[in-house]
């Protein structure tokens, strides 16, 4: 069965520092991989995506990601943290034609000043 | 362009009540998801529909959980009778057909008492 792990619930880090949240998956078959980023009381956005093409994803507000099938992984980095970066960041995967969206557990990121 | 809609944002009911959630998608979406997210955890799908019809039903709990699509465009999700494990918040979300990329609601926020 596909499954998404995500290492630590909760990241803490300095306002300026290095934000690096992990995210490892199983799958028999190459996914689509995704961040989304979720704010207190709000839906998820896309943060962004992997389908094809160039392994490391440039997304929204300064967020990269590098996909290393080698070591099924798909880590979210942003090289300077930010306090409106504090949300719960989701990796998901995508396995099959049904385009069924497979959530790993969330990692709080908190950004202390 | 308007995003994904969902009502009421936050619901309070007793246990044994029933209970509706309504969404509303992005215009020209003929996928629609309901995921249903646990607190502390990834959201998991319930449903998806393709227009009107329901193509993977597999996670929802027929028992007690419905959900409709008329017409291709608003959804509906219900649950009767509503359990205290109930409590959770209902996403929506939509795509074009065969898009990876869904576009979530804000979610309706159930409290079961």
């Known amino acids: 069965a596909q499954s998404v792990t995500q290492l630590g619930s909760h990241v803490s880090v300095s306002e300026g520092a290095l934000v690096l949240l992990r995210c490892n998956y199983s799958s028999s078959v190459p996914p689509y991989l995704f961040w989304y980023v979720q704010y207190p009381n709000q839906g998820l956005q896309l943060l962004l995506k992997?389908?094809?093409?160039?392994?490391l994803v440039k997304g929204i507000n300064g967020f990269e990601a590098e996909f290393k099938k080698s070591e099924t992984s798909f880590h979210l980095t942003k090289p300077s943290a930010h306090m409106s970066d504090a949300a719960e960041y989701f990796c998901?995967?995508?396995?099959?034609?049904?385009?069924?969206?497979?959530f790993g557990s969330g990692t709080r990121l908190l950004v202390r000043p | 362009e308007a995003g994904v809609v969902q009502s009421p944002r936050y619901k309070i009911i007793e246990k044994k009540q029933p209970v509706a959630f309504w969404c509303n998608p992005i215009?020209?979406?003929?996928?629609l998801y309901w995921y249903l997210q646990n607190l502390g955890q990834g959201p998991e799908l319930l449903i998806r529909y393709e227009n009107e019809e329901a193509v993977d039903d597999s996670q929802l709990p027929k028992d007690r959980f419905s959900a409709e699509r008329l017409k291709g465009v608003d959804s509906t999700l219900k649950i009767q009778p509503a359990e205290l494990g109930d409590s959770a918040v209902y996403l929506c979300?939509?795509?074009?057909?065969?898009?990876?990329?869904?576009?979530f609601g804000q979610g309706t926020r159930l409290t079961v008492v």
């Open positions: 992997y389908t094809t093409g160039a392994t």
């Open positions: 215009s020209g979406h003929n996928t």
């Open positions: 998901a995967v995508i396995v099959d034609s049904s385009y069924k969206l497979i």
């Open positions: 979300a939509s795509s074009r057909r065969e898009d990876t990329e869904a576009f």
